[in-house]
């Protein structure tokens, strides 16, 4: 590829069919997307993608918004906003945390457990469709990269 000069389609056609990032952005969209649907099927259609920066973040003991806030990798302001809009759902609560009355810890309601429930489900139908289109075996070796990918990430970026 030209990195001076004219940039030509076939140049830039290149750089996307041989770039990780294209694929796993356009991957990482359709795992979304499906898992949305599906959980409108099942009666949770008010999620919206922004919302998994939540869900996601969020263990079974809670944590604190500003926790969540950098797992996430977002501001507290915008964690704080997908709480509000996760929390009027009813997918999760704000308690008074153990050790300082002023804090909250953000928990899963028993709605909110219902959901990851469900949402584990929804994640094994995933994986078994991108099973029938690349087999078992690199479904299984694709999970495998992409964890020693990130587990890399997280250690050099601290």
């Known amino acids: 590829m030209a990195r001076r000069g ?33 959980y409108a099927k099942v009666g949770h259609g008010k999620l919206q993608a922004s919302h998994q920066s939540l869900l996601l973040h969020l263990g079974l003991e809670g944590a604190r918004m ?19 809009e996760v929390e009027a759902l009813g997918y999760v609560e704000r308690t008074p945390a153990p050790y300082d009355r002023r804090a909250k810890i953000i928990k899963f309601t028993d709605k909110g457990i219902d959901l990851i429930k469900i949402g584990t489900i929804i ?7 991108y ?15 992409l964890v020693e990918l990130r587990s890399n990430i997280h250690k050099h970026s601290s």
């Open 6 to 38: 004219k940039l030509t389609q076939e140049d830039l056609d290149f750089y996307k069919s041989n770039n990780i990032g294209q694929a796993l952005i356009e991957v990482a969209r359709d795992y979304q997307k499906s898992a949305l649907d599906a």
């Open 66 to 84: 500003t926790d969540l806030a950098e797992r996430a990798g977002v501001s507290k302001q915008t964690m704080g906003q997908i709480i509000d």
């Open 123 to 129: 994640g094994e139908n995933i994986q078994q469709r």
């Open 131 to 145: 099973a029938q289109y690349i087999g078992p075996k690199m479904v299984t070796l694709l999970h495998k990269i």
